[in-house]
């Protein structure tokens, strides 16, 4: 068990003493919040917070997924060009990006992808593009045509569920340490 201690705020006269967060197992903690946003928070009795956490992270998760109809997160096959290397950082987000590790597995055993091809990776093979003006274009491959297709928000789904990946490893930091606590100066503390 840890606790973080926290200052006692300077400037309210009767708050002079610190105050101690209980931060149960912080390993623990961690790990909870990188399988769910927030989920370390509550672990640790602050539930405001994990709550917050887990609406504003999954939420931007979920926006970002939806931007990109289902396929903007997605771990490359051993092998496939180019290297998806988003994915790690969607990764941070933890369980709701883990189909697409069970799609690659099953892309990489030859089998059909499960959820209607959610988190499936793309195929390599040229793929057929007919856009709104029924014009038919030959892509190199099915990234390509999905980038084309859902232009520009393909790239925008990415960039939202990468940020989601990006901010809860912050929220995982939170939950092992504790929250920060930056005091501003004290109007006497002049030259430190």
């Known amino acids: 068990m840890a606790k973080a201690v926290l200052p006692a705020a300077y400037d ?16 623990i903690a961690a790990l909870l919040a990188w399988l769910v946003p927030g989920l370390g928070h509550i672990y640790q009795g602050r539930t405001g917070k994990g709550a917050l956490f887990f609406v504003c992270i999954f939420g931007t998760f979920l926006f970002g997924l939806f931007l990109g109809r289902g396929k903007v997160v997605y771990a490359s096959p051993p ?8 994915y790690y950082c969607q990764l941070g987000v933890g369980l709701p990006a883990m189909p697409a590790l069970w799609q690659r597995h099953l892309r990489v055993q030859g089998k059909p992808a499960a ?12 793929q057929t593009l007919v856009d709104a003006s029924e014009h038919k274009t030959q892509q190199p491959n099915q990234l390509a045509e999905w980038t084309v297709a ?6 925008v789904g990415t960039i939202y569920t990468v940020i989601a990946g990006l901010l809860n490893i912050l929220v995982i930091c939170d939950a092992y340490a504790g929250p920060l606590v ?6 006497g503390d002049a030259g430190e």
Request: hydrophobic share 40%; net charge neutral; charged share 20%.
């Open 12 to 27: 309210v006269p009767l708050s002079d003493q610190p105050i101690a967060i209980d931060l149960k197992e912080p390993w």
């Open 79 to 86: 092998g496939q060009q180019p290297w998806r290397w988003q």
């Open 115 to 126: 959820f209607g091809g959610l988190m499936a990776p793309p195929y390599d093979t040229p």
């Open 150 to 155: 859902m232009h520009p928000m393909f790239e």
């Open 182 to 187: 930056l005091l501003p100066k004290r109007k």
